[in-house]
């Protein structure tokens, strides 16, 4: 499947890219990195401009995250309310609430491209939770620019090599990700300490 969307990039790229970025933050498993990184190859040859790639890509992706929050809105919503009703549940629940009004903002940002397998699933839980719309919107739409512009810029340096392009862009990333939850673990730890003393 893989293969036969890249093969479409050359005819329909910026529609096809707005459509796998629209889905992918929609929890469907499409290839939009390894789209992106054709895409940004296809600038380097300058079959393709970049700003309307990275506009395509973004604009595809701001729609799809507006999509899952609206779909956690209308569904989860109600969902929620009833598995508050259990008190074991209910109390996760809260507590899940209470995270998402605290460190929403910085879980919405890097879930679109640090933790990217996780945002849709944190679109779909900001609208459950009535997260801030605007706060989403702003925080969504900044995540995504870190996104679009990491895939397409190193599609487009590694024009001749996607699949090099494709393994730092997953290495980096991975490291990034280490990092980051070494970091988390830290402060967690950090706090814990406190607690006790």
């Known amino acids: 499947m893989t293969d036969l969307i890249l093969g479409l990039v050359p005819t329909y790229g910026l529609w096809l890219l707005a459509s796998v970025t629209f889905l992918a933050c929609l929890a469907l498993p499409v290839p939009c990195s390894i789209l992106m990184l054709t895409a940004g190859g296809f600038v380097a040859t300058g079959d393709l401009v970049l700003w309307q790639v990275i506009a395509a890509a973004l604009g595809g992706a701001v729609l799809g995250d507006q999509a899952g929050y609206r779909i956690g809105k209308v569904g989860g919503h109600g969902l929620l309310t ?114 006790d003393a």
């Open 82 to 195: 009833r598995l508050s009703s259990n008190p074991k549940s209910g109390a996760l629940i809260a507590r899940a609430v209470d995270q998402m009004d605290r460190r929403g903002a910085a879980g919405i940002f890097l879930t679109r491209w640090l933790f990217a397998p996780v945002g849709p699933w944190a679109n779909f839980a900001a609208g459950a939770t009535d997260f801030h719309h605007g706060r989403f919107t702003l925080w969504a739409i900044a995540g995504e620019v870190v996104w679009v512009s990491l895939y397409v810029l190193l599609g487009y340096g590694f024009a001749g090599n996607i699949e090099a392009a494709s393994d730092m862009a997953g290495s980096a990333l991975g490291i990034l990700a280490g990092v980051a939850a070494m970091l988390g673990f830290g402060y967690w730890l950090v706090n814990a300490a406190r607690q």
